[in-house]
């Protein structure tokens, strides 16, 4: 997306050092386990990662990221508290952290930069909004075509299991789907 290629290079433009040192994560590592606090945000360099509920019954997918997402969990890193969430590689991934309080720090310091994070954060909504719509009303072959429409790379990333989660569906009925 646009919106992350610009904000990782005003970051970069901002201050060389401001990143943390990479974190390389193993396919299916976690990055934070839920009740964990994380001061960071990260930028996804390679691979691909999910943010996800568990329950006993089942994982519950709730975001998926791939190369070039900002990626974490936003509510956790806004509100500085705790995760509510388990954050987990789905194959070999690198991160490039950035700590709050730098970032909070590169916001303040540029109008420029506070209107990108608007922007941002206003994306992220709305497609928040989006998929909550489709959880709600949407049929599965509804839900598939517009996740799809959005983000086609999702489907090229992400393991279909998780996108299957991802989307609220079994894994047979989204292969189902794809087929017809």
């Not at 976690?30 to 509920?53: C, N, P, S, V, W």
């Not at 070999?92 to 608007?118: I, N």
């Not at 393991?159 to 009925?173: F, G, H, N, Q, V």
Request: charge should be neutral; glycine fraction near 4%.
């Amino acid at each position: 997306m646009e919106l992350f290629a610009t904000l990782n290079k005003q970051l970069a433009d901002y201050d060389a050092e401001i990143w943390e040192p990479l974190v390389h994560l193993s396919r299916y590592a976690y990055l934070k386990q839920a009740h964990e606090k994380d001061t960071h945000i990260y930028f996804i360099e390679k691979g691909g990662m999910r943010i996800f509920i568990e329950t006993p019954e089942e994982d519950i997918t709730y975001r998926l990221g791939y190369a070039g997402n900002v990626f974490g969990d936003l509510q956790g890193f806004i509100s500085d508290t705790p995760t509510a969430y388990c954050i987990q590689a789905l194959r070999q991934t690198v991160l490039k952290p950035v700590r709050r309080e730098r970032f909070l720090a590169f916001l303040e310091a540029d109008e420029k930069h506070k209107s990108l994070w608007f922007d941002l954060l206003n994306s992220v909504i709305l497609q928040q909004g989006e998929r909550e719509r489709d959880l709600l009303t949407g049929s599965p072959t509804e839900r598939y075509r517009r996740v799809l429409a959005r983000s086609p790379q999702l489907f090229q990333e992400i393991p279909l299991k998780y996108i299957a989660s991802y989307l609220r569906m079994s894994p047979e009925t989204l292969s189902r789907i794809r087929n017809s």
